[in-house]
C-alpha cells in the first residue's frame, strides 16, 4: 500500500505533468493526492499524462480562479472507491483496498493560510479507517517552521494541535526531510505537509512509514506513506536487560556458566547456595584458609548479583506472557505497540548526503 501527496503548485505547465508522471512511474502508487492544481476542470487526456497508461479513476475540486484545488487519482486495479464528496478544502474518498479487502477514507486536504479558513475545513474521522493527508499550511511545533525575519507564529500550531487531538489522529516521524516547504531563499522553511492517521488505520498496516522525497519544481516536496511489507530479517541486538549489569559478561558467560551443567537461572542460584551452605558449615567447625573466604565472599557476592537478575528475567518473562495472554487483544495495546514500532524503526539513512531506503540499499550500505 503507498499514497502520495504532493502540493505541486500548479498543474497547468508541461514540465509539471512531466515531473508528477515521473513519480507515478517510479513509485506506482495505490493512490495519489495533489494539491494546489490552480486547475478547474480535468479530462482523460489530462489525467493520462499524470498516471499513464495504468488503469485510474480520479475525482477533483476545481481551483477558485488560480488558487487552489485539489485532484485526487488511484489505480482501478489496486483501488475500489466507491464515493468521493468535495467539501471547502477537502476531498473525501471512500472505498476499499482491493487486494485485502480493507475499508478506508482519504482525505486529501489543502487548507488556506488564514486562520478562519483553517478553522471550516470540514474533517470528522469518527473512529474509521482514514487517512488525512495534505497541505496544512500549519505546523505542530515552532521548531518545524524556521523564518529568515527570526520571528515566529505562535498561534496556528495551537489549533492544529486540537485538531489532531480531537480527531485522535496520529502524526507518524518524517524520514528524509525536517520540513517539507521552501521558500527558496535558503532561510525559509516550513513543515506544512504530512500524513494523519486514525487509529484504525494503523491497526490495519502497522508499519507505516512516511518519507519526504526530493522536491523539483514545486516548493513543496512530495510526501510518501507506505506500508513496510519489506522482509528485514531477524531484528539484531536482542538481549536480557540484565546482561548489562554484568561487567564483562562475555568472560562471566564462557567461563562461570560453562562451569556448571545446570538449566536456567534458577538452578544456577542454587547452586552457588548449596557451595554457601557447605562453606558455611566447614566455617563453623574450623577456620576458613584465605582462600575459601575468598570463594566465600565471591559466592555470596554473585548469589546477590545473580538473585536481581533473575527477578530482571522474571519481570521480563511475566511481561511476554502478559503481551501474549493479557491485554493483547485490546485497542489500547495494538495502538501503544504500533507507536512504539514506529517510533524505533530506522526505514531511510543517509549516506554521504544521498538517501537509502530500502532492504537492500540499507545493506549493502552498511556492509560496504
Given at each position: ?97 482491493i487486494?485485502?479487502g480493507e475499508e ?9 493560510c ?16 482514514v487517512?488525512?493527508?495534505g497541505d ?14 527570526g520571528g515566529?507564529?505562535f ?15 496520529i ?15 535558503g ?9 494523519l492517521?486514525?487509529?484504525e ?13 526530493l ?11 507506505s ?12 538481549m ?16 562461570k ?25 566447614k ?6 584458609f ?21 527477578a ?15 491485554d493483547a ?8 505497540l504500533a507507536?512504539?514500532?514506529r ?5 531511510v ?15 549493502q550500505?552498511?556492509y560496504?
Amino acid at each position: 500500500m503507498k499514497i502520495i501527496s504532493w502540493n505541486t503548485r500548479g498543474l497547468g505547465g508541461l514540465e509539471k505533468r512531466q515531473e508528477v508522471r515521473k513519480l507515478v512511474g517510479n513509485l506506482k502508487p495505490f493512490i495519489m493526492c495533489i494539491q494546489e492544481t490552480k486547475m478547474q476542470t480535468f479530462d482523460d487526456f489530462l489525467v493520462t499524462s499524470l498516471w499513464g497508461n495504468s488503469p485510474y479513476a480520479f475525482s477533483y475540486r476545481p481551483s477558485v480562479g488560480a488558487s487552489g484545488g485539489l485532484m485526487t487519482i488511484w489505480d482501478a486495479s489496486e483501488v475500489d472507491v466507491w464515493s468521493t464528496e468535495s467539501r471547502e478544502h477537502v476531498l473525501w474518498c471512500h472505498g476499499r483496498i482491493i487486494k485485502t479487502g480493507e475499508e478506508f477514507y482519504v482525505a486529501n486536504v489543502y487548507a488556506p493560510c488564514d486562520d478562519r479558513g483553517k478553522q471550516s475545513s470540514d474533517i470528522n474521522v469518527g473512529g474509521r479507517m482514514v487517512c488525512v493527508c495534505g497541505d496544512f499550511n500549519a505546523v505542530k511545533t515552532v521548531d518545524e517552521r524556521h523564518s529568515a525575519r527570526g520571528g515566529q507564529r505562535f498561534m496556528d500550531h495551537i489549533s492544529f494541535n486540537r485538531f489532531i487531538e480531537d480527531n485522535n489522529l496520529i502524526d507518524l516521524p518524517l524520514s528524509g526531510s525536517k520540513f517539507t516547504w521552501f521558500k527558496g531563499d535558503g532561510f525559509s522553511m516550513s513543515r506544512l505537509d504530512r500524513f494523519l492517521l486514525s487509529e484504525e488505520w494503523c491497526m490495519a498496516w502497522p508499519n507505516c512509514k512516511q518519507v519526504a522525497s526530493l522536491r523539483g519544481l514545486s516548493d513543496h516536496c512530495p510526501l510518501v506513506l507506505s506500508a513496510n511489507e519489506e522482509d528485514w530479517g531477524p531484528r539484531p541486538m536482542r538481549m536480557l536487560k540484565c546482561w548489562k549489569d554484568v561487567p564483562g559478561y562475555d568472560l562471566f558467560v564462557r567461563e562461570k556458566w560453562v562451569s556448571f551443567q545446570v538449566e536456567g537461572w534458577g538452578g544456577r542460584i542454587d547452586s552457588l547456595k548449596d557451595r554457601l551452605s557447605a562453606l558455611d558449615q566447614k566455617g563453623e567447625e574450623e577456620v576458613l584458609f584465605e582462600a575459601e573466604l575468598a570463594e566465600l565472599h565471591g559466592v555470596t557476592l554473585d548469589i546477590h548479583s545473580l538473585a536481581r537478575r533473575n527477578a530482571s528475567i522474571s519481570w521480563q518473562q511475566s511481561r511476554s506472557l502478559w503481551l501474549k495472554e493479557g491485554d493483547a487483544n485490546s485497542k489500547y495495546f495494538h495502538s501503544v505497540l504500533a507507536g512504539r514500532r514506529r517510533r524505533n524503526a530506522i526505514s531511510v539513512i543517509q549516506v554521504d548526503g544521498v538517501s537509502m531506503e530500502g532492504v537492500t540499499p540499507i545493506r549493502q550500505a552498511v556492509y560496504t
